[in-house]
């Protein structure tokens, strides 16, 4: 299975640009499964809730998800992206899959950071499993990854891939990531994004880890990259670290009772 990310420059406020431009960097990757960042469709560091309100869409009915979704028909691809939700209880900072012309799901995000909370409202769906062509993919945006809680929750799900699309302007995440693929033998797949917002500047190097807590690839840390890579999904589900440790079956919930 081919998989990728787009690493993309973002344009605060400009949905149609920003649509624009991941399509067309989405036209030249060959990936089945494409993850853009988090919030690619109205940038990130806003100045106040009006401002968010007036970019926030539907799930599925706004533009965004209709114009993915489209672009999806009649082709193989699922894209995972990142996009401000509106509903009547309030705004989410979500993330929805579409798959060969039609909607899958959307995932809310859990652990909001610092001026999120001031925008939007903590995700209320849990942790989710969407699968496409047998393969299982865990969704987790930006700042979910912080809590190993999350990234285990979706393993133990059954996830192969966990796809995060992010805005990332802390250093850590890149790194990090190894550890969390390692420790849960699955793949990652975190499509940042590039530029600076209003003095907020964003670290780029997306990247795609393998279960053996290896980098498949990094992207550079300020251009704009489409990648694609074949990977085998299903080593994801061999929890074998050597003939007598599983590192699920050898786990001792019963000692982590205060989690
Ligand atoms: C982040 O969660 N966008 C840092």
Not at 164 to 176: D, F, I, K, Q, R
Not at 236 to 252: G, S, T
Request: proline residues 4%.
């Amino acid at each position: 299975m081919k998989v990728g990310f787009i690493q993309m420059s973002i344009e605060l406020l400009d949905i149609k640009k920003n649509v624009d431009n991941a399509i067309k960097l989405m036209e030249k990757n060959e990936a089945s499964l494409i993850v853009l960042p988090e919030l690619f469709n109205t940038g990130y560091n806003f100045k106040n809730k009006k401002e968010v309100l007036d970019v926030s869409e539907n799930i599925p009915d706004g533009y965004t998800t209709k114009t993915l979704k489209d672009f999806t028909e009649d082709t193989n691809k699922t894209i995972v992206f990142g996009l401000s939700e509106k509903t009547e209880k309030g705004l989410y900072n979500s993330l929805a899959v579409v798959s060969k012309g039609e909607y899958i799901g959307k995932y809310r995000k859990i652990h909001l950071f610092f001026d999120e909370k001031n925008y939007f409202l903590p995700g209320d769906l849990g942790f989710k499993i969407f699968e496409v062509e047998g393969i299982k993919i865990g969704t987790i945006i930006c700042f979910d990854w912080f809590f190993p809680e999350s990234t285990r929750t979706l393993s133990l799900m059954g996830a192969d891939i966990l796809c995060h699309p992010a805005n990332l302007v802390m250093p850590y995440c890149p790194e990090a990531m190894k550890t969390i693929c390692l420790q849960n033998r699955v793949y990652s797949i975190t499509s940042n994004r590039i530029g600076e917002e209003r003095g907020l500047k964003f670290i780029g190097q997306s990247q795609i880890v393998g279960p053996d807590g290896k980098i498949i690839f990094r992207a550079s840390e300020a251009k704009q990259e489409s990648y694609e890579v074949e990977v085998d999904p299903l080593i994801a589900r061999d929890k074998n670290l050597n003939p007598k440790n599983n590192i699920f079956n050898d786990r001792k919930p019963e000692f982590y009772k205060i989690i």
